[in-house]
Antibody, heavy 124, light 109 residues
Framework: EVQLVESGGGLVQPGRSLRLSCAAS????????MHWVRQAPGKGLEWVAG????????DYSDSVKGRFTISRDNAKNSLYLQMNSLRAEDTALYFC?????????????????WGQGTLVTVSS | SSELTQGPAVSVALGQTVTITCQGG??????ASWYQQKPGQAPVLVIY???NRPSGIPDRFSGSRSGITASLTITGAQAEDEADYYC????????????FGGGTKLTVL
């Protein structure tokens, strides 16, 4: 059974840092691209960052570029999100998600498994 | 960045059919995926690709696309289908990124 378990959330002051982790099990972790998606309280889903299986391709949303760093340790089956210079608007439930993309004509992509999320609250 | 536009809310009588739509320029190139989210829970994939359902998703859920509009249809809605539904696709503007619609709250009456 695929499992994704996030941890590391909490209350942090504006301008400070926090590191989130996502422990993966039930599948071959280094076969998959992984992403972080967040959801502010009462709001919709927002894509944050994604990382390829070998960390060779990394992408960020404009809202976190330059402040957040996504990484992975395939030996530990773990995904990370280092969040620096946190702002009140970063307050959200952060999900890690497994990603699948089928390329070519008629290609498509999707997030097939999600963790339960870890809550980050940025407040003084 | 590109946007995906969803209506904020829709209701359906128990057992009837409802369609939730998602509009955006990226959908002309990419199929949308659809996620169901119930309060306090993580999103669950319900439709991906042209019209594919993950294992365990009832066949009353189906997807389609026409031009820049993707649609999720629930045929014979059940009480347990009451949830928020989000569409998602690759973003076609600028650097690689992904975009979600704002979500549609489905109420089953």
């Amino acid at each position: 059974e695929v499992q994704l378990v996030e941890s590391g959330g909490g209350l942090v002051q504006p301008g400070r840092s926090l590191r989130l982790s996502c422990a993966a099990s039930g599948f071959t972790f280094d076969d998959y691209v992984m992403h972080w998606v967040r959801q502010a309280p009462g709001k919709g889903l927002e894509w944050v960052a994604g990382i390829s299986w070998n960390s060779g391709n990394i992408d960020y949303s404009d809202s976190v570029k330059g402040r957040f760093t996504i990484s992975r340790d395939n030996a530990k089956n773990s995904l990370y999100l280092q969040m620096n210079s946190l702002r009140a608007e970063d307050t959200a439930l952060y999900f890690c998600a497994r990603y699948i993309e089928v390329t070519g004509t008629g290609g498509y992509s999707y997030f097939d498994h999600w963790g339960q999320g870890t809550l980050v609250t940025v407040s003084s | 960045s590109s946007e995906l536009t969803q209506g904020p809310a829709v209701s359906v009588a128990l057992g009837q059919t409802v369609t939730i739509t998602c509009q955006g320029g990226s959908l002309r190139r990419y199929y949308a995926s659809w996620y169901q989210q119930k309060p306090g829970q993580a999103p669950v994939l319900v439709i991906y690709g042209k019209n594919n359902r993950p294992s365990g998703i009832p066949d009353r859920f189906s997807g389609s696309r026409s031009g820049i509009t993707a649609s999720l249809t629930i045929t014979g809605a059940q009480a347990e289908d009451e949830a928020d539904y989000y569409c998602n696709s690759r973003d076609t503007s600028g650097n690689p990124s992904w975009v979600f619609g704002g979500g549609t709250k489905l109420t089953v009456l």
